[in-house]
């Protein structure tokens, strides 16, 4: 019972003003306005006849559920006073200013004390999640005596807190996880006999504290640390918003990751397995000889890609730049060079709309190795891919967002032709005639209900079997998929396929219905590269130059000569193959979008 | 039919020669006759070959041309005509100029490992090794013997072609030979083994152009114009030696900083490289525009306010390397986009970072470099290099001591007093005295710095940190714990240049809020470097970021003490350039 109500208590710590004592004298997050509202909590302050409690993230989950779930024990008392409490957060004794000036007045109390609110440095000797493992066989009442130099130190942020009188409880926070403060007055008070009040008024939940102890394990069986010392290593002076109503806003969360961060551990392990995910990819590239280069972010032409990119001006040279959309073309003047395995993981820049899969700045990694071709890609990208699934989720099959994706390799292998044809019936290639195709693909559209706008637009028949894929196919592929042999029209810097005419030595990797991956056998001839460049210059120019809408100026696109000069000196064969970083990382973390894998997205400005 | 002189089944055996068959005595004399015929006339035919070799490598030793393409006398233009219309003959002739793919089952650098040992004349039938790269000489004995050497991964092969050993018929052979020009990729198969004079070959069976080179590679004494060394990396790195070495090195450098950071459980994450302000250093930033937005953007200058809020966020470490830009002039150790690690580690301090940074700049240079004492041309590659000795620990100089002790300088008022008129004017005339030129503004920090830069950077040649830097020259510095006035901060200096700046982090909201004022004030009077405001970062703060210790490092500046380079364009793959006024 105790547990429960407690549980609730600390559920909605971390919340905003609950400067609200109950009968049983649990106090909750108490940032106040003014001296006054300290006296009145000390007076409310009494103590309470079974200080047991134990808050540990599991606990705190299983009392989540529970109350979503609502009054399901028959603790209707309690929940109602929940919901006052949760209310009262909305409705608070003492504006944000007035808890901001509160708590910078104990900041200059603290300082008074001769105690400084902002330390230098702390000493810790474990985290969490070290305490846990290395008390693990303490039982349930039993106390390890530790003193002097011999305490466990730890240190984190107030996420919660229940005084008792003579005893309290705090719970803070690090990176592992939550630690129990076991805070009796008795011996706090051994070595400064002002420290277990100074505790009790100066210390507000969201600081940062230190503290040395014993180790115990209280009856509940919660790992406690006895505390013989504490110190604020930095006061908090603005409250953290309530878990409940402050980070379900969305908008906020991405404008201040931070409270984000703090409030919703869950984030921690996002942003955690993306840097391990990064660091894997890294190291499987290294492990196979890759080098990881560094290309211009700031380029003249833009390459590699077609988007419209940013653009800048470079002061001392006074020359317009632009921010590169891709790393390819640089990666291959390096295979030019004479490196035969190199890669670049880096952020490209496109200056388009912001969506769930869309971030103006974004993570690729590209991969280039000399002598290789599209097969070595393929097994590059599964290997790649599995491994991160299976060192990240444990697993190879993985949910996401409902679907149970099978990361096993070998994945699927289909030439996009075969999978329109099986789709709509038509054999795109074979039709030959761009007016056929065209009314073909109008058909097979309007069958599949979907909206056949862009077609009249298609300049070629290549265009017009990638948009009946896209529209029809792309998002039936659920499973990792290798869509093979794209026309060569859309795809200009791939060689042509060795044997099937008319389309590209190309795959894309789809998984979820999205694109993770693209990879060619590259265009090693600079006459045929040219060729290609300069007609997707024309079709640019034709198609409105990137107009998006009236008064729009658009943006150029040019043929990005030093590149085809690196091409005459002549690159190997080559196998290339790039991807997107940011689409894996939401995969394997079941984010639904891309903003919940980047840490600071691009927001519209907050108005 | 029985033939009379047909052996008895009986007498038939298996020979320890012929294993799997069974002969009569007869036949096995006949069979190891023709074995033997055989072998001597490979042999023949082997030494034959090596003496043509021989004669060739050697008249190429002395200078003498052997065989010199007629086209390499031709101007570039023709030269690039002549290739462009061999490139259309094959293609109309329905071949494959650019073939897909080719099957190497060695590198060359693997190629040199495994049979460099190899006694001289050796040829290892039984092995065929299958190898690519650039040729970048070709000398021919007659039509039907052409040497290559050929280059990849930054180590050299020769290519032994041998009409006889070829696949092809000679009309074939030759006509695929005289089509090759020196720059071409091309692939072999075959033999592996040795010259007589013990030169490590390949004597293929298989040959193939891969990729044709369409233009005349500069010559065996390569690139001499900088310029185009920069403009033209590809080629710089075709052409000049231990180029390639200087990037291995770079990105050996990046690894090992990652590996020293992951190891100690730090979380490596990616902050936004463009802002709604630039924050974090002071610099004149890139701006940019979002279309679909509308939205004014600037490229960071450094990312030291983002990752400091992820710390405030609950991740204790954390690091990031990445680019950083700043809209300034290209100079020696200037460009646009460089390169920087920064880390944060809740709970740390300055001192911990110094003691951090001894043992992490020392470990790598021990690490790549395999001492730590390193040569350094500091005054170029003409003069004498100097010795930069990384043995721990680095010297430790406290700025305002530093300049008593080297300069006399010493403050009115102390420390404290850093912000008075009096300490600017005492400073004015000291910097007069010592004939050291401080351009206007000449505000206190900018004296201090240039005082800084005279009298303690030059004495940094080792390895040396310059800590307690005075508040009015670090708005993100912590204050001092001990000295009113200074900050806990340090400036680690090799070579006389900064490579790292670190410190004690400051994350007091309010005395944060008054640094940024003074930096305000400071712009004010003129001071270009003095940073903006950023409320959102001084919001993030006022949720508590703990006692942090913040870290930076110039990793381009790094690579270039390790790499023994002088200009930042020598560990810059594609240095930004001024615009060509050569090119059309």
Redesign the interface.
């Known amino acids: 019972m105790w547990a429960t109500r407690l549980g609730q208590r600390l559920a909605v710590a971390g919340g905003l003003p609950l400067a609200r004592a109950s009968r049983n004298g649990l106090v909750v997050a108490t940032p106040r306005a003014s001296k006054q509202a300290v006296h009145r909590e000390q007076r409310t302050m009494c103590t309470a006849t079974s200080p047991e409690a134990g808050v540990t993230n599991q606990q705190g989950k299983q009392k989540k559920e529970k109350k979503q779930k609502g009054p399901a024990n028959g603790n209707n008392n309690n929940n109602n006073r929940r919901r006052r409490a949760a209310k009262g957060a909305d409705e608070p004794t003492s504006s944000l200013e007035e808890i ?1 000036a509160g708590r ?1 007045q104990k900041a200059s109390d603290l300082r008074t004390a001769g105690m400084n ?8 000797t474990a985290s969490s999640a070290e305490l846990a493992s290395k008390y693990e066989s303490l039982g349930a009442g039993e106390e390890v005596q530790l003193e002097g130099g011999d305490m466990e130190a730890v ?1 984190g ?1 107030v996420i919660a807190r229940r005084a008792f009188g003579k005893l309290a409880f705090y719970s803070i ?3 592992s996880g939550t630690t129990q403060l076991y805070c009796d007055k008795a011996k706090l008070n051994q070595s400064d006999p002002e420290a277990f009040s100074r505790l009790s008024t100066l210390v507000d939940i ?3 504290i ?1 503290a040395r102890g014993s180790m115990k394990r209280t009856e509940k069986g919660e790992l406690s640390v006895n505390i013989a010392e504490f110190e604020v ?6 409250p ?1 918003p309530d878990k409940f109503h402050g980070l379900q806003d969305v908008e906020k969360r991405y404008r ?7 409030v919703n ?1 869950e984030v ?1 392990n996002t ?2 397995d ?2 391990r995910i ?2 894997l990819i ?1 190291r499987t590239l ?1 492990d196979d000889g890759f ?8 380029e003249t032409v833009a390459g590699g890609a077609d988007a ?1 990119p ?8 006074d ?1 317009p ?1 632009i ?1 590169r959309i891709a790393t390819e073309l ?1 990666l291959k ?2 295979i ?5 395995k190199v890669f670049e993981l ?2 490209v ?1 496109r ?4 969506s769930t899969r869309h971030n ?2 974004f ?1 690729s990694v590209e991969v280039y190795q ?4 599209i097969n070595e890609m393929m097994d590059l990208t599964e290997k790649i891919v599995a491994n991160c699934a299976q060192q990240v989720c444990g697993k190879l099959k993985v949910d996401y967002q409902g679907t149970e994706i099978d990361f096993s390799p070998p994945f699927r292998r289909a030439p996009m032709n075969e999978l329109v044809r099986e789709a709509t019936g038509v054999d795109f290639l074979a039709l030959g005639d761009l007016e056929a195709a065209r009314e073909a693909a109008a058909a097979a559209l309007k069958e599949a209900g979907v909206s056949a706008h862009n077609i009249p637009k298609c300049p070629s028949v290549g265009h017009v079997l990638n948009e009946v894929f896209e529209e029809v196919c792309e998002s039936t592929l659920q499973q990792p998929t290798f869509v093979l042999q794209h026309p060569i029209e859309i795809s200009p810097l791939a ?1 042509p396929h ?1 044997t099937v005419a008319g389309v590209a ?1 190309r795959f894309e990797l789809f998984i979820y219905g999205r694109e993770l991956a693209n990879a060619f ?1 590259e265009l ?5 590269q040219r060729q290609r460049l300069e007609a997707q210059v024309a079709n640019h120019v034709a198609t409105g130059g990137g107009k ?1 809408s009236k008064g ?1 100026a658009g943006y150029d696109v040019k043929v990005d000569e ?1 590149f085809l ?2 091409l ?6 080559c196998g290339g193959l790039g991807i997107g970083v940011d689409r894996l990382v939401m995969l394997l973390t079941d984010a639904a979008s891309i903003r919940d894998v ?3 997205p ?1 927001l ?2 907050a108005e | 039919m029985a033939d009379a002189e047909a052996p008895k089944v009986d007498d038939l055996k298996e020979f320890p020669e012929f294993p799997g068959e069974k002969m009569s005595k007869a036949e096995f004399k006949r069979r190891m006759k023709a074995l033997e015929k055989e072998k001597k006339q490979a042999e023949k035919e082997k030494a034959k070959a090596e003496k043509a070799a021989e004669q060739a490598a050697a008249k190429a030793a002395k200078g003498e041309e052997v065989k010199l393409d007629a086209e390499e006398t031709l101007d570039p233009t023709q030269f ?1 005509e002549n290739r ?1 219309k061999f ?2 003959d094959q293609k109309s002739a329905g071949g494959t ?8 089952n060695i ?1 060359i650098p693997e190629y040199v490992a495994q049979y460099s040992s190899l006694e001289p004349g050796v040829q290892k039938t039984e092995v065929t090794a299958a190898l ?1 790269g ?1 040729i970048m000489s070709k000398r021919a004995s007659g039509g039907k013997l052409l040497f290559y050497d050929v ?4 180590q050299k092969v020769q290519l032994i072609c041998d009409a006889r050993n070829s696949s092809l018929t000679l009309e074939e052979f030759q006509k695929l030979h005289m089509s090759v020009r020196r ?3 091309v ?1 072999a198969s075959g033999a592996p083994g040795t010259s007589k004079r013990g030169e490590l070959s390949l004597f293929p069976s298989g040959f193939e152009i ?6 005349m ?1 500069p010559g065996h004494t390569g690139l001499k114009d900088q310029e185009t060394r920069y ?8 052409c000049t030696p231990h180029v ?1 070495d200087v ?2 090195k ?2 050996n450098i ?2 090992y900083v ?1 590996r020293y950071l ?1 190891n100690m459980n730090f ?8 802002n ?1 302000i630039a924050g974090g250093a002071t610099a ?1 930033p ?8 509308d ?1 004014t ?1 600037f ?1 960071r200058i450094a990312p030291e306010l ?1 990752l400091k ?2 710390v ?6 954390v690091y990031e390397i ?2 950083q ?1 700043r ?4 100079d020696m150790t200037h460009n ?2 460089f ?1 920087t690690c920064e880390f944060y580690q ?4 300055y ?2 970072l110094m003691d951090m940074t001894e043992k992490m700049i020392s470990g790598m240079v021990m690490e790549l470099c395999g001492s730590y004492q390193l040569t350094y041309h500091a005054n170029g590659k003409d003069q004498e290099p100097i010795t930069i000795d990384f043995t721990p620990p680095f010297r430790r100089i406290s700025m305002l001591d530093g300049l008593k002790e080297a300069a006399g300088i010493e403050i009115p008022g102390g420390a404290t007093n850093l912000m008075s008129e009096e300490a600017n004017k005492y400073l004015l005339e000291q910097c007069e005295k010592l004939g050291v030129v401080c351009p206007p503004p000449t505000t206190t920090a900018r004296l201090l710095d240039k005082l800084v830069g005279e009298f303690l950077e030059e004495q940094l040649t080792n390895p040396g940190f310059i800590c307690d830097h005075p508040e009015i020259m670090s708005p993100l510095a ?1 204050y001092h ?1 001990s000295v009113p006035g200074l900050t ?1 901060r340090f400036e680690l200096f090799i070579n006389k240049h900064e490579v790292c700046n670190a410190y ?1 982090e400051l ?4 005395v944060q809020r008054e640094r940024f004022a003074d930096q305000m004030k400071g712009k004010a009077q003129g001071d270009d470097e003095c940073m903006d405001i950023d409320e959102g970062f001084v ?2 703060l ?6 942090t ?1 913040g870290w930076g490092m110039g990793i381009d500046r790094m690579t270039m003490l390790l790499s023994d380079s002088q200009n930042i364009k020598e560990v ?3 240095p ?1 350039m ?2 060509d006024e050569t090119a059309k």
């Open positions: 901001r910078i609110p902002y330390a230098y440095r702390f000493d810790r240190s942020r926070q690090d990176e969201g600081d940062i230190g290593l930095t006061k908090s002076i603005l953290l201040q990751r931070y409270v984000d961060l703090i551990p921690r942003f955690r993306r840097a990064v660091s890294r290294e080098l990881e280069m560094e290309t211009p972010v700031l419209r940013f653009k800048t001006h470079h002061n001392a040279l020359r730049m921010l640089h003047r390096l030019v060079g004479g490196f035969e880096g952020r820049f200056n388009e709309g912001i103006p700045e993570t000399a002598y290789a071709d060689k060795p030595d056998s090693t001839d600079p006459l045929d998006e729009d030093d000069t690196a005459e000196y002549g690159m190997p064969p980047i840490a600071f691009v519209k400005s | 690039y462009i490139v259309n100029p650019y073939p897909h793919k080719f099957h190497t590198t690519a650039r280059k990849a991964d930054g720059g071409d990729i692939g891969l990729t044709p080179c369409l233009h590679l403009r033209q990396r590809y080629l710089d790195l075709i390639r990037f291995i770079r990105s990046i690894r990652r992951d979380v490596e994450v990616e902050t936004p490289m463009m709604m004149k890139f701006i940019t525009h979002h279309n679909d937005l939205m953007l490229m983002y809020m992820l405030v966020g609950g991740l204790d470490r990445g680019r830009f809209n300034e002039g290209i646009p986009e390169t809740a709970y740390a301090d001192n911990d912590k714990r806990e004690t994350n007091d909201p309010q919001k993030s006022e949720y508590g970021l703990p006692p210790g810059l793959l594609f930004a001024k615009p």
